[in-house]
């Protein structure tokens, strides 16, 4: 098997499961989200775009129902023994199969959980789950649950981010050195993504994400590449993966002398960047994270320029994105706890003066706060 932790350690993660369950009077949880997969069992596949489900009772036994493509995947990469395949044919509901399956398992009349907010659920699948199971069992929604037992880190996990957070360094070294007036954007994504590769980390949870000109001023991946001027901004927002765990990196590099307005906004977003950092401390709340960023950035005048989150935790995720639960907005109570992995990127995105700045690095909590992860400095880059 192809597991990238001991047995012992999948072991434990579903002993916590099977207390949260019992906390929550459940008898089992659906769970759809691949993220829970992979922390549970080490089920590592991206067929999760079709119909599959991970049952794993209060009493700890476990069964995927799953498709035919997946069966061998399913037995290479997890500790799973009980692997179900819903056939592809014409009339076939999987949902009426996982119904069979979960009799199977004595859940009649039983209050089980589910993961609702899941990009393996559709809304289509749902509403053939809940069909199938009315009258059979209770259904409530608990999408948070093995979520929360992943936002705090063992030290086996923490071993990969460190590993990917060396990985991303990479990555920004490789696209330091090749950014330079009349660069193409596809060289400079191909040599970021290439070191990954090379250093044995995987496919990012999404695209990364370049944009110069006035694309620097996008947060999202777009198709379509072009060469930078002699005056030019570049916004990177990419990740360094290795076994999925993720640790994240921003910047916006100014080609050509940078104006004052540049250098005033990298100013403030280094500021509300050291204030962020410091604030994230056991005990605290990530809302009062988000807000520190939020003064900072309105008393120095960018107020309208500022977005309305300020970064989110990282885990081992999977397309369609890395960002993980929570996030980093005003009014979140979430306590910040050690061992949670985060990601705090202060960006400004000035519509009105077509420029952009960016500060972004991954942070590991300790009992005495953030560990930045990246060996890079947060100086404005300027290449030539």
Not at 1 to 12: G, W
Not at 68 to 90: E, G
Request: with cysteine; aromatic share 8%.
């Amino acid at each position: 098997m192809a597991l990238h932790f001991d047995q012992s350690v999948f072991k434990q993660r579903c002993q916590h499961l099977q207390a949260a369950l019992k906390r929550q009077h459940l008898e089992g949880i659906l769970l759809f989200k691949q993220e829970s997969m992979f922390y549970l069992t080490g089920y590592d596949t991206f067929g999760f775009c079709f119909f599959q489900c991970l049952f794993i009772a209060a009493d700890g036994r476990q069964v995927l129902l799953t498709r035919a493509p997946d069966l061998r995947q399913a037995q290479h990469t997890s500790t799973l023994s009980d692997i179900r395949v819903w056939k592809d044919d014409k009339g076939v509901s999987p949902a009426s199969l996982l119904r069979e399956v979960l009799d199977d398992y004595g859940c009649q009349g039983q209050r089980l959980g589910i993961e609702l907010e899941s990009y393996g659920l559709t809304g289509r699948s749902w509403d053939s789950v809940r069909e199938a199971m009315a009258g059979f069992c209770e259904l409530s929604d608990h999408s948070e649950m093995v979520g929360r037992l992943r936002m705090i880190k063992d030290e086996a996990e923490l071993s990969y981010v460190g590993r990917a957070a060396e990985l991303a360094d990479d990555a920004l070294d490789a696209a330091i050195d090749v950014t330079r007036s009349g660069a193409d954007e596809g060289v400079i994504l191909s040599r970021m993504q290439e070191v990954v590769f090379a250093g044995g980390g995987d496919y990012p949870g999404n695209e990364f994400i370049i944009g110069s000109g006035p694309d620097a001023l996008l947060c999202r991946y777009h198709s379509g590449r072009r060469v930078l001027d002699s005056c030019d901004q570049l916004t990177l927002e990419f990740a360094g993966v290795y076994r999925h765990y993720h640790a994240c990196l921003m910047r916006t590099i100014v080609i050509g002398e940078p104006s004052p307005l540049q250098i005033a906004m990298h100013g403030a977003c280094a500021e509300a960047m050291a204030a962020c950092v410091d604030g994230v401390r056991p005990g605290q709340n990530l809302g009062t994270v988000f807000d520190t960023h939020a003064r900072i950035l309105d008393e120095a005048g960018f107020r309208d320029h500022r977005m309305n989150a300020c970064g989110y935790s990282l885990g081992a995720t999977f397309t369609p994105t890395w960002m993980d639960y929570p996030m980093f907005y005003h009014g979140n109570s979430e306590e910040i706890q050690p061992g949670m992995v985060l990601f705090l990127h202060i960006i400004l995105m000035n519509s009105k003066d077509a420029t952009a700045m960016t500060l972004g690095q991954t942070v590991r909590v300790v009992d005495s706060g953030a560990v930045p992860l990246s060996r890079h400095r947060l100086d404005l880059i300027v290449r030539a």
